[in-house]
Every structure is written in structure tokens, then in C-alpha cells.
């Protein structure tokens, strides 16, 4: 739940930074009567979190921040890989080869889990419930992640389940400072190929920004069999097409206390896995998906101590899909489009000393426009045959978010949201948080959220049993989510945060049964720890490493498809002014299977990366070179049972040259 005003322990994080410059310069002893003359003139740092450098380990969340020139000094290309930097996070793969991030082993089975909110805007879909088009987003031109481990989000009107991802892009940063103008480009294996620019232009109130970029690729990766009982639909490993062409455009205006935002994506992909597991070896096999929003939105002050803001938000989501079946020409043909109109009026009051409180109302409604799928020639299906039974769903939320400043030590944040939908159960969603800062070095928090996750259409209206089956009067999946966070700060730039929590879930959602049917599976219990270490061992050098067990089960009796043990690192060395070199280390340990899958646990990984970075001053000019998966590791991410037998292959060793100018 991101805070208009965010003000822990009695100053805000913008003083919290300034007196971590301060910190080798005073003494202790002088340093809370500087931190009580500074609490003064709050209402001119009341900016969001998620758009600003404020101190993140204030806030009543377990979360991380990845920043652009961490990660371009790494070699990290896309979202997905600057994502699974972090502890807790992995990836799995589903239908269509579609990727889905995983948070702390939560239903690895099921999609929505988490969500991904670009510019302050949610991009998840209503019929998985999935953001996966976006994973592929260059790093160029995003400035910042700020990624929630855990039960809700930065944004007090967002519900999240298992975790959140913020990201910033260049283009819509409100920081402050002077926005980038840049373009980039990059080649590597696998003929890909990237280019786009970033851009902004300002003049007084007025603002115009925006980003474009283009990538493509044609990746092939080892595939097979499949779960065709026919050896002549089901044949050996072989390479199959995962080709990509993707890009997207961002635009922003700015005017006085007016905005409009928006982002047209297109993602163009082959379907080597398969729509219903079932492979193909036709190169002109594609899933297509274009995700589009434009948010418009007005804020003012109706006095000092209250803001109010209006925004008006337009998504919709077409997705088509064409999946030859061998080896008698039949095919599978998907047409499918959707749209959601939200309208959220928000009030934030800081009237009350110590105290702001932060509330409002989302109203959202959501169709469908087409909803075809056929099978042809004319087998199982007849032609156009609905893909989902209904096509509606309608919700009204309702939300309130106290932060609580007790004294300059301790805050505690309260919030409530409740939701009311028009095909679902109405769901509540309480939320108390405490932070207590001991001393600038020693920050502890307490944390419970009850939160839960709506049934995605999939889940709920399939219609078309090529694979999967839906049940109509499904439950949310529920979770409690207990979480106790230590943070010990060495210096603004070194820390060492040790997170543990507990999750109980209700009503799990997968399809891991004799009829492949999406139910409400029962319930099930996880519980870990996560670590970070960052520091610097040398003067011109950064370290980070990380840690992260968890242990229960997500399915049944196990703890299918995600790791019990994973572990991250990265190095970056500055040899001089112009160059740096660094390195990525992941491991990621064995992962069981569902209780009824017989094949042995999927084997642990290890894979490195290695990056060199020249930076030419004089013209703003960057020039890396990365190695991927330097030792060529041959390692796999899960299948489902009865689907590929090998599970399956992921990318061995790949190279990348990328070059950006700024302006």
C-alpha cells in the first residue's frame, strides 16, 4: 500500500536519508535532537515510495529495490531476470510455455499469484490471472523494482497474494529528477536483436515522456516427448521453436495536477510446449498477446491536511493462438479478447497529528469481447465453440489505510479493504503492521495479512475441455500471513535483513486430479526464512548475496515444483572510472513433485553469468558484454505430471553486446 505520506518514527524517509549522510559526522547522542528539529514541513515530502529514493526499510513490508544501474552494470536484460535476483523468487512454466514468477513456493500450480503494477497500474489478465508478456520488458527502460515478498502490495487499493512487483519505468519516474533522454540496442545468440529509446520533454507544468522498444529472437530449446500415448504424435527431444517478437510503446502527459498514461504491448511467440501439452513442429504455430491500458487521472488539495484524486483506468488483453497437432494437420485456434474499466476515487488525510490515513473506492468491470475456440478439422469440438461460460465480472472495493506514528520510534499501520464481486464470494482483507526503529541501525517489524485470491476466469468458466476443466462456484484461495523482519543497518549502503514467516492457506486451486479439473484442492501450510547481505568489501566494489528456505506443503502432502533451498549472489567491481566487471551466481536446490507423480525430484542448479561494462564519459556512451550461463549448466524447470516426461530444458550458454547513449 504505497502512502501519500509516509512518515515513520516520527520523520520522513527523505530526513532518514539525510541523517544517514550525517552519520560519520555526528555523534549518537546528537542525532535525535537533529532527528525532532526536522519533523517539521511534512506535507512537502508526500510522495509515494514506489516513485521516489526514500529509505524502503521503513516500510511495514518485506521488500527489495532493484535499480537500473545495478542492474546494467550486471548484464541483466529483462524483468524476469532482474526479478529472480532476489531470494523467494523463481520461475515455473505452464501451458504454451507461458512463465509464471513463483513467491516463497506458493501454488507453484496456479497463476495470479502475485501481481505486476507498471507505472502504478495492474497488468494482470482476468483469465489467467498472469502478466507473463511483460517478464520480457528491457531493463532499459525501467529505473526501478521495488519487489514485495508476501501478502499485499505498495498501493493501498491493490490486493496482492503472494508477493508484488512495482516497476518504475524511465519515462514515468517522479523523483524529482531531471527524466533521461536515451536510446539502446542490443545483439546476441540466438539472433536477437533489441533497440528503443526513452524520452521526455518539459516545460513548466507541462510534461511529455515516453519509451519504445523492439526485440526479437529465435530461440530453439530441446522438447519431448509429449503425453500422446502415439509415438508419431509424441516424438523424441527435439529442438522446437520459441521464437519471440515483442515490443511496446509507453506514453505520459503531465499538466499541472492532470495526467494520462498509457502502454500498448504486443507479444508475438511460437508455442513449442504446446496449448494442451501436446508439442508441435510448426514454426508458424504462434501465441499472440496484446495488453494495452491508459489511465487518466486529476488530484488536488481541498485544504493542507487533505488530498483527494480521481483516476479513470481502460485495460484490455487479445490473445490468439494457433497450435498445430501432429501429425494429421488438425489444429487448435483460439480467439479471445477482454476489457476492464476501473474508476477509483481516492482521500488522503493527514489533519491528524502523527497520523494519515489514506482511503477510497474502486469500482471495476470486466467483459468479454471474443471468446472463440475451435478444433479443426472438426474433432472433440464443434467450430467456435465458447472458450468461457460467462463473460461478466463486476466488483466495488472499499479500502482504508491508517499509518500510525506512536513516537520517533515505532509506527503502526492498519488497513482494511473489503471487496464485494458479482460471481464471487466478498472478500475482507485486515492488515496491521508494526515498525520499531531501536536505533538508526536496528529496525524490527511485525506484520499479519489476511488476503486472497480470485479464481481466474480459466479457472472458474472454462468451457472447452481440450485439457484443463472449470468449476463454477469456486472459492478465492485465502492466505494469513505472519512475518517478523530484522534489519541491521551498517551504513547507507550495507545491511543485513533476515525476514521469517508463516502462511496458511485456504481453499489451494489447482488441477491436480484423476479429471484435470480446476477445484478448490484444500489447504496447506508454508514457513521459511529469507536472508540479504549487501555490502562493500573493497573501496570501489559491491556484494550481494541472499538466502532462502522454505518448507510445508503446496499441494497435498508436498512441496511440489519449488526449491526448499535457494541461494543468489552478485559481484560488481569498479576497475576504473569507465570499467567495471561483474559476476551472478544462482543456486537453486531439488524440487519435489506431487504426491501422485512418480518421476524423482527435479535435480538442483547451478549457473554463473559474467559482465563487463565500459562507460565513454565525454559522450554519455555505454558499451557490455555478458556471458550467460558461463559454464553451459543443462538444467530444467518442472512439468506436470503426464505432460513431458523430461520436464523441461531451459537455455544453456548465450552472449550479449548492448550499447545505450544518454543525451
Do not use: C
Amino acid at each position: 500500500m504505497i502512502y501519500s505520506s509516509y512518515i515513520i518514527y516520527g520523520f520522513n524517509m527523505k530526513k532518514a536519508l539525510l541523517l544517514s549522510s550525517l552519520l560519520y559526522s555526528l555523534y549518537a547522542e546528537n542525532t535525535d535532537s537533529l532527528i525532532e528539529s526536522l519533523q517539521g514541513d511534512l506535507t512537502k515530502y508526500m510522495q509515494i515510495a514506489t516513485q521516489t529514493k526514500e529509505n524502503v526499510d521503513y516500510m511495514p513490508y518485506v521488500i527489495s529495490v532493484l535499480k537500473n544501474a545495478d542492474l546494467e552494470k550486471l548484464g541483466i536484460l529483462t524483468l524476469r531476470e532482474a526479478i529472480t535476483l532476489l531470494p523467494g523468487v523463481d520461475i515455473s512454466i505452464g501451458m504454451a510455455g507461458v512463465q509464471n514468477p513463483i513467491f516463497r513456493g506458493s501454488n507453484p500450480l496456479a497463476m495470479g499469484q502475485s501481481k505486476l503494477i507498471i507505472d502504478g497500474v495492474v497488468v494482470n489478465d482476468n483469465m489467467f490471472g498472469a502478466y507473463y508478456q511483460y517478464l520480457d520488458m528491457p531493463i532499459d527502460i525501467i529505473e526501478r523494482i521495488e519487489v514485495v515478498r508476501g501478502p499485499g502490495s505498495l498501493q493501498s487499493n491493490v490486493n496482492a497474494y503472494a508477493g508484488s512487483i512495482h516497476v518504475i519505468t524511465k519515462a514515468n519516474k517522479n523523483d524529482g529528477e531531471e527524466n533521461e533522454n536515451s536510446i539502446f540496442a542490443a545483439i546476441g545468440s540466438n539472433d536477437y536483436k533489441m533497440g528503443g529509446f526513452v524520452g521526455a520533454y518539459k516545460e513548466e507544468s507541462f510534461k511529455l515522456s515516453g519509451d519504445l522498444f523492439y526485440q526479437e529472437h529465435d530461440k530453439t530449446l530441446p522438447i519431448g516427448p509429449d503425453r500422446m500415448p502415439d509415438p508419431a504424435t509424441s516424438p523424441d527431444p527435439t529442438s522446437l521453436p520459441l521464437w519471440l517478437k515483442n515490443y511496446s510503446l509507453g506514453l505520459n502527459f503531465e499538466y499541472k495536477d492532470f495526467y494520462i498514461k498509457g502502454r500498448l504491448a504486443k507479444n508475438e511467440s511460437g508455442v513449442s510446449s504446446g496449448q494442451a501439452f501436446s508439442l508441435t513442429r510448426n514454426d508458424t504455430d504462434f501465441l499472440n498477446v496484446d495488453n494495452n491500458f491508459l489511465e487518466a487521472g486529476y488530484s488536488t488539495n481541498i485544504t493542507n491536511d487533505i488530498k483527494v484524486k480521481l483516476s479513470l483506468n481502460y485495460f484490455d488483453e487479445t490473445r490468439s493462438l494457433q497450435n498445430n497437432v501432429m501429425p494429421n494437420g488438425t489444429h487448435f485456434l483460439v480467439d479471445y479478447s477482454e476489457k476492464t474499466l476501473k474508476q477509483n476515487l481516492e482521500f488522503t488525510i493527514s489533519s491528524f497529528e502523527n497520523q494519515t490515513i489514506t482511503s477510497g473506492i474502486v469500482l471495476s468491470q470486466a467483459s468479454i469481447l471474443n471468446n472463440n475456440a475451435e478444433l479443426s478439422p472438426d474433432i472433440l469440438l464443434d467450430n467456435s465453440t465458447p472458450l468461457l461460460s460467462n463473460s461478466k465480472r463486476d466488483s466495488q472495493s472499499f479500502y482504508i489505510d491508517d499509518l500510525i506514528n506512536f513516537n520517533e520510534k515505532t509506527s503502526l499501520q492498519l488497513s482494511l479493504k473489503y471487496d464485494m464481486y458479482s460471481d464471487v464470494d466478498d472478500q475482507i482483507s485486515p492488515r496491521v503492521a508494526i515498525v520499531h526503529r531501536h536505533n538508526d541501525e536496528n529496525i524490527f517489524k511485525l506484520m499479519y495479512t489476511h488476503s486472497y485470491r480470485e479464481p481466474s476466469w480459466r479457472e472458474q468458466y472454462l468451457a472447452v475441455n481440450g485439457y484443463f476443466g472449470a468449476t463454477l462456484d469456486m472459492k478465492p484461495e485465502v492466505v494469513d500471513a505472519y512475518e517478523a523482519a530484522y534489519i541491521r543497518k551498517f551504513s547507507e549502503s550495507s545491511n543485513f535483513k533476515l525476514n521469517l514467516f508463516y502462511l496458511s492457506n485456504l481453499d489451494q486451486i489447482n488441477a491436480q486430479n484423476t479429471m484435470r479439473t480446476f477445484m478448490n484442492s484444500g489447504d496447506n501450510e508454508l514457513y521459511g526464512l529469507e536472508t540479504e547481505f549487501r555490502a562493500s568489501i573493497l573501496e570501489d566494489d559491491s556484494i550481494y548475496l541472499n538466502y532462502s528456505y522454505v518448507d510445508g506443503h503446496n499441494t497435498h502432502d508436498s512441496l511440489a515444483n519449488s526449491a526448499h533451498h535457494m541461494a543468489k549472489a552478485y559481484y560488481i567491481y569498479t576497475i576504473s572510472d569507465n570499467l567495471s566487471a561483474s559476476t551472478i551466481v544462482k543456486y537453486i536446490g531439488e524440487k519435489d513433485r506431487i504426491t501422485v507423480d512418480n518421476r524423482d525430484k527435479l535435480d538442483e542448479y547451478f549457473i554463473a553469468d559474467l559482465s563487463a561494462t565500459y562507460k565513454y564519459k565525454p559522450s554519455d556512451i555505454l558499451f557490455s558484454v555478458s556471458v550467460k550461463n558461463l559454464f553451459n549448466e543443462k538444467y530444467y524447470l518442472p512439468a506436470p505430471e503426464n505432460t513431458y516426461q523430461g520436464d523441461f530444458q531451459q537455455a544453456g550458454r548465450s552472449f550479449l553486446v548492448r550499447a545505450s547513449k544518454r543525451f
